[in-house]
């Protein structure tokens, strides 16, 4: 029996959590999803009138006291309210013991791009105001990248192996990726994985706009402004959330009974190595991408039933992920059904990845592909399956899910259907 065959090095995905612009809860993001709803709306966290995109994906009425005490919520960044959050509803999801039972093999893989920058950013301006007398002491713990997995680990329990990973658009897939690790390298039996942001702030939207990103003929009109591979793509929409799968040993999930949604059974991450921002037109990153994680899984290409797409919504992003999907699978990219999450709920960065994989799990224990949404004017450079507009019931054994980053970081997931021998 080979490691790969060892149930002991198998990892099993035994619980969810999301916080999203679609909801807050498993059930009702899925319902959302399936629905064609776009979660996209008018910033409301501050006032957008002075830029010239207005919209984003905001999670809708977020209290992070219905998880922690409001005096040590008003200490966090929200995207560490929101990373325990989703960790909260994966650790219930998961039927797991709390507290844990053993937390010494319990770890922490979590991620964000851009973290708790607001804490930061608002220390900063008080201190050149008013001085060091009004600086809040928790201004740089509460905004460092490896708050979401402190707070993860304080509050539910995991104290082994804890990592903190920072890959721009690929994060959340990665963490994903390096918790099966922690597993399949028997360091943990359980992982709390996944990725975190929340940074619907005026200079995140400003930074976006100054490199024309974002999309700016929507404002009044935000439910139809992430259209992924659509002619009329205009830029990705700058949203929030987070994501949090429970990664556990296979042998251990299946002698307590457990749920699980399906097998994480291969990753791979590349670097482009080509531009601080722009996607390298020869897709070689996310091909080698792909390639590895499939390798890694044991699968070959035409194994694959159905690919989540990176799909940002942005003209060179959508054209480069297509001639990487055509590049790899050849003539059966035309029959592999392709969807983007992030037509409904934007574009979460280092969220997107896990909340992405959370996706794929879902399909493939329903057997229901979520449509590609505001797909209406096809693009003769994106010309393949990208289930538009309506759900597509189907059976998926194997699922893919791309996530493809600033500064040519490429993660990408394999997740499969549970066989047991």
């Keep these: 029996m080979t490691s790969r065959d060892d149930p002991s090095r198998r990892v099993a995905i035994t619980g969810l959590g999301v916080i999203t612009a679609l909801g ?6 899925w319902d959302h999803l399936l629905a064609g709803h776009s979660g996209v709306r008018r910033i ?10 207005q919209i984003a994906g905001e999670i809708p009425s977020f209290d992070p006291t219905e998880f922690i005490p409001a005096k040590e919520a008003r200490r966090m960044s929200r995207a560490s309210q929101v990373a325990l959050a989703a960790a909260h509803r994966a650790l219930a999801d998961s039927a797991l013991p709390s507290p844990l039972r053993d937390p010494e093999r319990a770890g922490v ?3 964000t791009a851009i973290g708790g920058l607001e ?4 220390g900063i301006e008080l201190f050149r105001a008013q001085g060091l007398a009004k600086v809040n002491p928790f201004t740089i ?14 509050v539910l329990g995991p104290i082994g192996p804890s990592l903190t990973i920072t890959t721009a658009c690929a994060t959340g897939a990665q963490a994903i990726g390096e918790g099966a690790e922690l597993i399949r390298t028997g360091r943990a039996d359980v992982v709390f994985a996944g990725g975190v942001e929340a940074l619907i702030e005026d200079f995140a939207l400003a930074g976006f706009a100054a490199m024309r990103a974002l999309p700016t003929s929507f404002n009044d009109d935000p439910a139809r402004a992430s259209r992924p591979f659509d002619a009329r793509r205009e830029g990705f929409v700058f949203s929030e959330g987070a994501a949090c799968m429970i990664l556990e040993r296979l042998d251990q999930a299946l002698a307590r009974g457990a749920r699980i949604y399906a097998e994480l059974a291969g990753h791979a991450s590349s ?23 499939l390798g890694d899984a044991q699968l070959a290409p035409e194994e694959v039933d159905y690919i989540n797409a990176h ?11 297509t001639v990487a999907i055509k590049a790899l699978f050849g003539e059966a990219a035309r029959r592999i059904p392709i969807s983007s ?42 010309d393949l399956d990208y289930v538009p507009n309506i759900p597509r019931h189907t059976p998926v054994r194997v699922a893919l899910s791309n996530s493809f980053g600033l500064g040519g970081q490429n993660a990408c997931l394999v997740l499969k259907q549970l066989e047991v021998t």
């Design 311 to 321: 799909g940002t919504s942005t003209p060179a992003n959508d054209v480069v992920e």
């Design 24 to 29: 807050s809860s498993v059930p009702e993001f």
């Design 141 to 154: 713990p509460s905004g460092i990248p490896n708050q979401p997995a402190f707070y993860i680990s304080n």
């Design 341 to 382: 999450t992030k037509s409904m709920i934007g574009h979460a960065m280092g969220a997107s990845g896990a909340i992405e994989a959370v996706v794929c799990a879902l399909t493939i224990m329903h057997g229901v592909i979520h449509p590609t949404i505001n797909y209406e004017v096809p693009d003769p450079e994106c």
């Design 271 to 293: 670097g482009d190595g080509f531009h601080v921002a722009a996607p390298d037109p020869s897709a070689a990153g996310p091909i080698r991408t792909m390639r590895w994680a």
């Design 119 to 122: 804490r930061m950013v608002a």
């Design 44 to 53: 409301t966290q501050f006032d957008p009138t002075n830029l010239p995109c």
């Design 109 to 111: 893989s979590f991620g």
